[in-house]
C-alpha cells in the first residue's frame, strides 16, 4: 500500500492517543464503559441511513439500488484516508462507471449526491447551533455558512450557463492541454442542469437527506435525552469532515468537544471511525484498470 495512504490512515489514531492523553482518559476504560446498547443502535443507525441515502443515490443515477448502496458505504471508508472529491465522490463514480456509465458523467453524479451531503447537513446545523452556542461554534458557522455559498454558486452558474462557454471559459479550453475536457466540461454543466430541473426529486432528495441524518442522530438520545441536542451533536460531526483533512482528524475532536465532555468525545469518534472502515469490504469494486481507461478516453487529444 501507497506509503501517504498508511501515514493517512494512522492520524486519527495518532490524533485520538494524543486528545487522551491532554485530557487525561484511559482508552480502554473509555471503550469498555460504552452503553452497550448505544453502540448496537449506533452501528444500525448508520446502516440506516446509508439505506436511506443510498436510495436518494438511485434515484438520482438511475442506477440499481444495491450498486449505490455499496458506492455509498464505499465512499465513506474511503474518506478516512482520502478527504474530498479526491476520494469519496471519486470512489462513487468508479462505482457507477462499472455500470456503463461514463466518468464524466458518473463523477457529476457523485458531486451533485454530495450537494445535499453537504447542504442539507449544514442548513440543520444552522437550525440547531444555538441549542448550546460556544465561541467554537462560531468557526463551524461560517464552515457551514461558506459551503452553502459556494456549492449554491457553483450549481447556480452550471443551471444558467449549460450548454455554452463564456469568454474565459473559451480562453481556457482553447488551451491544449484542457481543449480535451470542453466537451466533459459541457456535459457536466448539462447533467447538473437536467437533475436541478426535476424540483420533486430535488425536494424528495432533500427529504430524505435530512431523514437519514435524523436517523443516524437517533442514537444520542440514550446519553443525552434531547432529540434537539441529539440532532446538533451529528451535525457538529458532520460539519467537522466538511474540512478536508482525511478522516476530520483532530477537527472532529474539537467541534464534539464544544458542545460535549472529553470521553464522549472519545467514545464516539472511535465507533464513527470503526463504522465508517466498514465500508473497506467493497474496496476490490475499485479498479484501477478501468478508471485510468475512461480518464484516457475523456483526456483524448484532438
Do not use: C
Not at 18 to 28: D, R
Not at 139 to 146: D, E, N
Not at 275 to 282: E, I, L, P, R
Amino acid at each position: 500500500m501507497d506509503k501517504k495512504l498508511v501515514l493517512s490512515a494512522t492520524i486519527p489514531i495518532v490524533v485520538i492517543l494524543v486528545y487522551s492523553m491532554i485530557f487525561h482518559i484511559n482508552i480502554i476504560s473509555a471503550i469498555i464503559e460504552i452503553n452497550r446498547v448505544f453502540v448496537l443502535l449506533f452501528f444500525l443507525s448508520y446502516l440506516g441511513q446509508i439505506l436511506i441515502v443510498s436510495y436518494r443515490d438511485s434515484l438520482i443515477t438511475n442506477l440499481d439500488y444495491y450498486t449505490t448502496f455499496k458506492a455509498r458505504l464505499l465512499g465513506n471508508a474511503v474518506s478516512l484516508i482520502i478527504p474530498g472529491a479526491a476520494g469519496p465522490d471519486l470512489s462513487r463514480a468508479v462505482s457507477y462507471v462499472h455500470k456503463n456509465v461514463k466518468l464524466d458523467k458518473a463523477f457529476t453524479l457523485a458531486i451533485y449526491e454530495s450537494f445535499y451531503d453537504v447542504n442539507v447537513g449544514a442548513v440543520l446545523f444552522l437550525l440547531l447551533f444555538w441549542i448550546k452556542l460556544t465561541p467554537l461554534e462560531s468557526i463551524l458557522i461560517l464552515v457551514s455558512l461558506a459551503n452553502i455559498l459556494g456549492w449554491s454558486s457553483g450549481l447556480g452558474y452550471a443551471y444558467f450557463t449549460s450548454g455554452k462557454l463564456n469568454k474565459i471559459e473559451q480562453k481556457l479550453f482553447n488551451f491544449k492541454i484542457f481543449k480535451p475536457l470542453t466537451e466533459s466540461y459541457l456535459n457536466l454543466k448539462d447533467v447538473l442542469r437536467e437533475q436541478l430541473k426535476n424540483k420533486k426529486t430535488v425536494a424528495y432528495s432533500v427529504f430524505l437527506t435530512a431523514l437519514g441524518y435524523f436517523i443516524q442522530s437517533l442514537p444520542f438520545y440514550i446519553l443525552f435525552k434531547n432529540f434537539l441536542f441529539d440532532y446538533l451533536v451529528n451535525q457538529t460531526y458532520l460539519i467537522a469532515t466538511l474540512v478536508p483533512i482525511p478522516s476530520a482528524a483532530g477537527i472532529a475532536e474539537l467541534a464534539l468537544s464544544a458542545i460535549l465532555p472529553p470521553v464522549y468525545v472519545i467514545q464516539i469518534r472511535i465507533l464513527e471511525l470503526v463504522s465508517y472502515s466498514f465500508g473497506f469490504v467493497y474496496i476490490k469494486e475499485i479498479k484501477l484498470e478501468v478508471l485510468k481507461k475512461e480518464v484516457k478516453e475523456i483526456w483524448k487529444t484532438s
